[in-house]
């Protein structure tokens, strides 16, 4: 028996595990490119396109190079709608984090009946925007809402929380705040049960306790963590649009419009889907700067 006639079932075995491999993998990869990859792709297009409602009649889309972002940038509504967007995500993100972190650390506790809480705690992230939007309304409505009727008990006048341009972005920015903070109890809390105990015994003996434990054990260990929570968040962030349309619908006076809600609007209000995709494209160059920002700095330790 030659050597030749030896390799040949090693290599035949190597071919069908190929096979099998690719089997499982190009499912997978026509899904990514038919759902991710197609619209990315479509949606460039189109912000460089005279993309509006005659071209689905005509098929003809004229190319006008980077006419379409020059009309985003440059129209009235840009610059107040990119402070919104920055207000509003850096609101969410610190509200979500310190509350979600601060609960996390709650539930590591054990006591009684905290699996059962911790399950109702994911009630929010469960519930369809539309419908918790829905419910938010009329918890922050002026005449009759809950929240007001609660605060008049201490004789605080009511509060147009949806209908006021002072209010309104802070109004959006709470419920957003309570959509999130299960997403952040979620991977906080994960994130704690993989530190060891050992450490927080071994730095109780020497009088490491408390705030002390907290700064110099829990967050050096959970750096990781909450890098991947925050990115995470301003990506998501970036992009509500559910909650405003169902809470505000961008308004009032343009108070509470977001990069995202200028992109909806221009898009299917306004019929100009090459601006509406300019917007789009815009937004998804933010996140990738969060993105690999992120990645840069999570990087440095290894490379040192």
Do not use: C
């Amino acid at each position: 028996m030659t050597a030749e006639t030896i390799r040949r079932p090693a290599r035949r075995r190597i071919r069908r595990d190929d096979v099998a491999k690719l089997l499982f993998v190009v499912p997978a990869a026509i899904y990514i490119l038919l759902f991710f990859g197609y619209p990315i792709v479509k949606n460039l297009t189109m912000s460089f396109q005279d993309y509006t409602t005659k071209t689905f009649f005509t098929g003809e889309a004229p190319w006008v190079g980077i006419s379409n972002y020059v009309t985003a940038i440059t129209s009235s509504l840009f610059g107040p709608a990119l402070l919104n967007t920055a207000l509003f995500t850096a609101g969410s993100l610190v509200g979500q984090f310190v509350i979600g972190l601060g609960l996390a650390l709650f539930f590591q506790k054990k006591f009684p009946l905290s699996t059962i809480m911790r399950a109702l705690l994911l009630l929010p992230w469960l519930l369809p925007l539309i419908v918790a939007s829905a419910t938010w309304r009329s918890i922050l409505d002026q005449d009759s809402g809950i929240l007001n009727r609660f605060l008049g008990v201490f004789g605080v006048d009511p509060v147009p929380w949806l209908s006021s341009p002072d209010h309104a972005l802070i109004a959006v920015i709470i419920v957003n705040i309570w959509v999130g903070i299960p997403f952040n109890v979620t991977l906080l809390y994960g994130g704690l049960q993989d530190i060891p105990e050992e450490l927080y015994e071994a730095a109780s003996l020497d009088g490491a306790t408390g705030w002390k434990a907290f700064w110099h054990i829990t967050l050096p260990n959970l750096r990781g963590v909450i890098g991947v929570t925050l990115v995470l968040g301003v990506v998501y962030t970036l992009k509500v649009l559910d909650v405003i349309l169902g809470l505000t619908g961008g308004g009032p006076a343009n108070a509470t419009q977001t990069i995202a809600i200028r992109s909806y609007q221009t898009s299917f209000v306004d019929f100009e889907f090459g601006v509406g995709a300019a917007f789009s494209n815009i937004l998804i160059l933010i996140s990738l700067v969060f993105a690999i920002v992120y990645l840069r700095s999570s990087r440095k330790p290894v490379d040192e």
